[in-house]
């Protein structure tokens, strides 16, 4: 008898996920962003263990990431709008939907209506066909009636939220809503202890550490200065593309152009949704949405295969139409 899968649906509230990530970054000796592909790794292992199904049987149907963008009278720097539409592209190549909840400046009606958007959108979204598995990165009680309601109808929430970091805001109450999830996980305790247990999926968790510098920028991602996110000497979109894959000084053995445009080659890492394929002078990135007649887990490294080679606007080099070739 075959294993069902298990369907996901991951809910972001952005508010809290940046807050968490700033302190990561600022009050922490990690010095360095939690990265959100490394996030994506993270859920999909935890539901896996959780559920007691092999990774291979849970599949993420659906990624929405919500974020306050505060609407006043002065226009942001050009250096905050950039840093938003990087953060916005990455979440795009990840097949991640992001949701702007447009709002007046503080002051001016209820901060927290980007809250109350995630939750409602999240029980309409659900209501005929439930997923399995609801993860929701969050702590704010207004999420306790969606959560009440989902696992009403037999979907089981998975909440993950940041304790300690949220502790140094004026405004900390503690989460009372992991109460009343099936499962929840106090990130600052699982990331100890991956750290103190070695464990492999912490060399992805963060992405590259950078120095603060003093002209880091508010972003404007939520209700107060504990939102902001910072400008960085390289961008986010910059350091999801060069982990040391990007780069192939040599050229590999492997490669070929055919006649008809497409190219033949071989895959040199495989992450959460999307990888690169070995070509020189800059190994190329793909997105699982680019396969052709093949799907995610039937790809393993050094498998060769066939793509068609494109460029994004802001040059990145990308492979769609990716198809095993078999032997």
């Known amino acids: 008898m075959s294993t069902p899968f298990v369907r996901i649906s991951i809910y972001y509230d952005g508010a809290h996920f940046f807050r968490a990530s700033n302190h990561y970054l600022r009050d922490d000796p990690q010095a360095s962003r939690i990265d959100i592909q490394g996030m994506q790794r993270y859920i999909l292992r935890e539901v896996a ?36 539409q990087e953060f916005a592209d990455v979440l795009l190549h990840m097949n991640i939907e992001l949701h702007d909840i447009v709002q007046p400046e503080a ?42 309601r989902l696992q009403a109808k037999g979907t089981r929430v998975l909440l993950l939220y940041w304790d300690a970091a949220m502790r140094q805001r004026e405004r900390f ?22 750290k103190s247990t070695g464990d492999g999926l912490m060399e992805s968790f963060f992405l590259p550490p950078r120095p603060l510098r003093e002209d880091d920028a508010y972003q404007g991602y939520g209700e107060d200065d504990d939102d902001e996110d910072d400008a960085a000497p390289r961008s986010f979109f910059s350091r999801l593309f060069n982990r040391g894959e990007e780069r192939e000084e040599e050229p590999h053995s492997d490669e070929v152009v055919n006649p008809d445009g497409t190219r033949e080659s071989t895959i040199l890492s495989l992450h ?42 802001d040059d990145r080099q990308q492979a769609e139409q990716v198809e095993l070739i078999k032997d």
């Open 272 to 313: 959460a949704g999307y990888g690169f394929i070995r070509e020189s002078p800059r190994n190329r990135f793909f997105h699982q949405s680019a396969l052709k007649d093949c799907n995610w887990y039937d790809l393993t490294v050094g498998a060769r295969v066939r793509y068609r080679p494109v460029s994004t606007v």
């Open 49 to 84: 263990r959780r559920m007691e199904v092999d990774a291979a049987h849970c599949t993420v149907i659906d990624t929405h990431f919500y974020r306050n963008r505060i609407m006043g009278e002065t226009k942001p720097p050009e250096n905050v709008l950039k840093s938003q």
């Open 107 to 148: 002051g001016r009606m209820p901060v927290r209506m980007m809250e109350m958007c995630m939750a409602l959108d999240a029980m309409e979204r659900m209501g005929e066909h439930p997923p399995e598995v609801m993860v929701l990165i969050g702590d704010d009680p207004l999420y306790i009636p969606m959560v009440k």
């Open 173 to 194: 109450t503690p989460c009372v809503l992991a109460s009343q999830a099936h499962w929840y996980v106090e990130m600052d305790d699982a990331i100890e202890h991956m």
